[in-house]
């Protein structure tokens, strides 16, 4: 099982705008073959920011969300543009959608989402030491800025709106970096 498959072919299928979906000829190390279609994100990859108001207060947005059709709470989000490391890309995501900049801003993981058929990366990042600062994004709307208490933590685990993975990964890592490190 340690043992790569072997890819003898890439066939581009689609470029949506944001995603490219691609097809690709596999060898296993037993021999057999499999074509497998893959959705491939952007190189860099996006970032979900987590604005620390304060030790004890997060900032969501709800904003609705295509996929689910329907106003969802999560994390701030968005593409790292081109130029843009991570921690920039967090930085301007965060004034965008809440109206805040932070002077402290920390990689704490990445994550995949759904690998065995899509190649997308999201960098999560603290954001912390919070000003107020506002650059104009790209929604449609404005986005609904919504504190939260991390104490309250399982009332929004709760919430009928609150399901993107990321987010509820990231509100877990969270809580427990900011029970092991008083720094925060």
């Known amino acids: 099982m340690s043992k790569k498959p072997i890819i003898s072919a890439r066939r581009h299928l689609v470029h949506t705008g944001v995603f490219n979906i691609e ?3 596999l060898e296993f190390a037993n021999g057999e073959q499999r074509k497998y279609q893959c959705v491939v994100g952007s190189e860099q990859g996006a970032v979900l920011a987590i604005p620390l ?3 004890e207060t997060v900032l969501l947005i709800r904003e609705y969300a295509a996929g689910t059709d329907r106003y969802e709470l999560a994390f701030p989000k968005g593409h790292i543009e081109d130029g843009e490391d991570m921690l920039e890309a967090a930085d301007r995501e965060i004034q965008e959608e809440v109206g805040y900049g ?3 801003l920390e990689h704490i993981h990445s994550f995949t989402i759904a690998p065995g058929y899509m190649s997308h990366t999201t960098h999560i990042v603290l954001a912390s030491e919070l000003y107020p600062q506002k650059l104009p994004g ?8 919504v504190p939260w208490k991390i104490a309250d933590m399982e009332q929004l685990l709760r919430c009928d709106d609150f399901t993107e993975a990321r987010s509820i990964a990231a509100l877990y890592m969270v809580r427990d970096l900011l029970k092991t490190d008083s720094t925060r």
């Not at 790209?138 to 800025?145: F, L």
Request: a negative charge.
């Open 102 to 104: 932070a002077h402290r």
């Open 23 to 25: 097809e690709m000829d």
């Open 53 to 55: 108001l304060d030790r």
């Open 138 to 145: 790209d929604e449609p709307e404005k986005i609904e800025v």
